[in-house]
C-alpha cells in the first residue's frame, strides 16, 4: 500500500487517534528490508557468487505470488462463506 491514498486509508480504517504509531508500525519492515536487502545480497554474493542472489530473487518472488495467491483464495471463500478455520477470540 505504497500509494497516495495510504494515509487515507489508514485515517478510514482505523481512525486519526493512533495514526503515526500505525503508520510507522506499517513502514518499519518495509524499510528495514530496503536497508537490509542490498547487504544481504553483497554477502551472498561474495560467499556464493551471483546465481545464487538471482535465484535468492527468484525464490522470494515465487513466494509472495503463492502468497497473493493464497490471499485471494482465503478471501473467495470468505465471501462465500465456506468453512474457513474459525477466528481468535
Do not use: F
Not at 57 to 62: D, H, I, K, Q, S
Amino acid at each position: 500500500m505504497a500509494t497516495i491514498a495510504r494515509p487515507a486509508l489508514l485515517a478510514d480504517r482505523y481512525g486519526t487517534a493512533a495514526y503515526a504509531t500505525l503508520n510507522g508500525t506499517l513502514t518499519l519492515p518495509v524499510t528495514m528490508a530496503k536497508v537490509v536487502a542490498p547487504l544481504l545480497s553483497a554477502a551472498v554474493a561474495q560467499v556464493a557468487g551471483y546465481p545464487a542472489v538471482m535465484a535468492s530473487v527468484a525464490a522470494a518472488c515465487v513466494l509472495g505470488a503463492l502468497s497473493l495467491v493464497a490471499y485471494d483464495r482465503y478471501g473467495r471463500a470468505r465471501e462465500q462463506g465456506d468453512a474457513l478455520p474459525a477466528e481468535p477470540t
